[in-house]
Structure formats: structure tokens, C-alpha cells
């Protein structure tokens, strides 16, 4: 703790329906464990008179003497147009969702994907994954889509209405991994029934995005399902595979470490990932 008594560290996140996340507590608790003056705010245009552009939400950020911000959905993707410079993860994702500000300048890093990546080793490195379906080609499945590969996946194919961004999704992830390691999937729904694993990467099941990735039906005991959510804990999506008898993962481990990572961007500073991880078990059921 000599020589961080006392600092002071502002911090923000960035994005809509945030009022949930667990993550200003996280980093607030483990700041204080170190000394620190730690202070975390959301910045949430769904909470203000007027809607702020990103770039003005950024801006305002840098103008308050902001370390740095968090950024989710939906600006994951949009927010690479404002930095000066990408990690190598935030490049071959195409998404940040942490921008560290400092002497001028804006650096963009996706801790998204080695959080994903760290809690699927933990809770799903073992199990069968020849094929597995990812729903959702945003900031946030493209983040995962490269952690899955990352992790051993063989195939993996992609599901988004939006047919464009699952094609520019899988083209980068060919580019990365080698022809054949990714494909567009027709629909969720047609390929269920081929794979081994589903992954949730959408704000569907999210409190303001109430239902389910896909119909319920198909999911079957030999599936294991991933539903990067976290607020609430247990998605309809979750109870649903739950009740199916398949393995599950909720997003709580991708919300542990990607906030992990974040706080040593931000701070300079190893954090603790089990106090972290009690201070987020100490919300409760979510």
C-alpha cells in the first residue's frame, strides 16, 4: 500500500441501462482495500434530460479529470472511432470497453476478452466443444468469439440477425485463426441441434431486454450454456437450461475479470480477484 495512501483515482462507466452493474462497487471496494481515494461513476444517457453523443460523454470524461472509463453496450464498437490507440486484443476484437486517459491521449483495451476467456477455462474447459453456436456479433460476441477460439473451440459459428456484422464477424475471426474456425450460422435455431455449446453474447434476458436468444425447446441435457449476463444473475435463458439439465455459466465471471483487468489498467495496481469476487457475491442474488 506505501505510496497509493491517499491517491485519488475517478473512474466512470459508459452506457445505457447500467443502474445494475456491479462493477462501480467492485472497483470502489478493492480501491479503498488499497488505499486509495477510488471513486467510480456511471455515465448513463438513458438517465439524462438530453441524450449526449458518446464522443461528449468521453469529452466530459476527460474534462472531469477522469483515469479513465469503462464502456458497454451499445458503444463498444463505436468508441474505437475517438482513440489514439488500440491494445492488441481491442484490435483484433474491434471493440474496447476500457479507455484509459492520460497526457492527451486515449488508449482503448478490451479486458472483455481475457475475462470471457479466464472464467470459461474455469467452468468450462473440460467439457466437449467440436462445435459451438455464439449468438450475438457486437462489441461483445466479437470479444468472445475470439476467447472461445482462443479457448480450444473447433468450429464456431455465428448467429445475428444482423447478417452483415456476422459476416465482417467471421471474416476477421478467419483472418485471426485460420479458414474453417468460424461460419455464419443461418439462425440460433437451425444449428442448435448440431452443437455442443451456446453462448449468449446479446442484452436479450438483460431487465430492458426481457426473453430469450433463442426458443427453449431446443435446448437439450448435452448442451452447455454461456449467458454472458449478469444482471439479472439467473436470465429466463439460464433457468431455462438449468431446468434442462444442462451445465451452466452465468456472467459472472466475465464481469469478475474483465474487472479485474481494468483496475490495474486504470490504476497501475496488481488487484485482488477474490476480494473482488466477494464484493460482487456480496450484492446477493441478482
Known sequence: MTGTLGRSVLVGLIGRGTALSRTPRMHEVEGARQGLRYVYRRIDPAEMVTTPTFEEMLRAAEFCGYAGVNV??????EAVAFLDDLSDEARAVGAVNTIVLTDGRRVGHNTDLSGFAESFRRGMGRERMDRVVLIGAGGAGSAVANALLDCGVGTLLIADTNTAGAQKLVAALEGRFGAGRAAVAESAEAVAGTVDGI????PVGMAD??????????????????DIIYFPME??????????GCRVATGAGMALFQAVKAF????????????MRATFDSFGAG
Open 199 to 202: 453462448v449468449n453474447a446479446t
Open 72 to 77: 458497454t453496450h451499445p458503444y463498444k464498437q
Open 264 to 275: 490495474e489498467l486504470f490504476t497501475g495496481l496488481p488487484a485482488d480477484p477474490e476480494a
Open 235 to 244: 436470465t429466463e435463458f439460464v433457468k431455462a437450461a438449468q431446468a434442462a
Open 209 to 226: 431486454h426481457p426473453g430469450t436468444p433463442l426458443p427453449v425447446s431446443l435446448l437439450d441435457s448435452r448442451h452447455w450454456v454461456v
